[in-house]
């Protein structure tokens, strides 16, 4: 089991809502992801970060965005959210040591917004 | 851009056979990994092959790498209900180092 953890599992909440999707994880990574992925589909980066203070935006364009304050921190945070947000976000991070890329992944926040 | 396509979409087997899953892909890559997924679930990290390795075992698992046809094989053998899940390759390529999934095959098993 991954040391790596998202909150809530699940958010239901109205158009024009502020919220903020938390991931955490206790393994000293310095590379942290978000991804998007709708059901029976492929994950789409959307967010990534290379340590403290590293932030960049991944291939699949998002209304979100993401800091990274600290290491073991990486929250999301959409400032108006909208159905065209209602998706599952993963997150993830990684050791990335040499050629090895192994990413863990938290369970998962399911949003619907209404 | 999707890096892996996966074949099939959609696979259904009964218990103790073999599942095989294919996977291509586009771009160069410095190393391919298996995820699984449950429903709802976030992915877990099945076994990751280099590019310069053809073929790699881990316990039931056996991946194949061909780097000419840009594609690679996932088998699973003697199937168990438990392995019911999705399966995700994805390919780590480019100077930024990200991982591109695919679009994933639902393997479900049979009891």
């Known amino acids: 089991e991954a040391d790596i953890y998202q909150t809530p599992r699940y958010l239901v909440i109205g158009t024009g809502k502020k919220i903020t999707l938390e991931c955490s994880q206790t393994m000293g990574h310095d590379k942290m992801y978000w991804y998007q992925q709708d059901p029976g589909m492929e994950l789409h980066l959307i967010h990534y970060?290379?340590?403290?203070?590293?932030?960049e935006k991944g291939d699949l364009s998002s209304e979100s965005t993401v800091s990274r304050i600290r290491t073991e921190h990486f929250p999301l945070t959409l400032e108006s959210a909208r159905p065209s947000h209602t998706s599952q976000y993963l997150c993830a991070s990684s050791a990335d040591r040499g050629d090895n890329n192994e990413q863990f992944f938290g369970p998962g926040t399911r949003l619907t917004v209404l | 851009s999707q890096q892996g396509e996966e074949d099939p979409q959609a696979l259904s087997i009964q218990e103790g056979e073999n599942a095989t899953m294919n996977c291509s892909y586009k771009?160069?890559?410095?190393?391919l990994q298996w995820y699984r997924q449950n429903s709802g679930r976030g992915l877990v990290h099945l076994i990751l092959i280099r590019s310069n390795e053809r073929e790699k075992h881990s316990g039931r698992l056996r991946v194949t790498l061909d780097t000419s046809k840009k594609s690679s094989s996932l088998l699973i053998t003697a199937s168990r209900a438990a392995d019911t899940a999705s399966y995700f390759c994805?390919?780590?390529?480019?100077?930024?180092?990200?991982?591109?999934f695919g679009s994933g095959t639902q393997l479900t098993v049979l009891p």
């Open positions: 970060s290379y340590g403290v203070n590293s932030t």
């Open positions: 994805a390919g780590l390529s480019g100077s930024a180092r990200q991982l591109t």
């Open positions: 771009t160069s890559i410095n190393n």
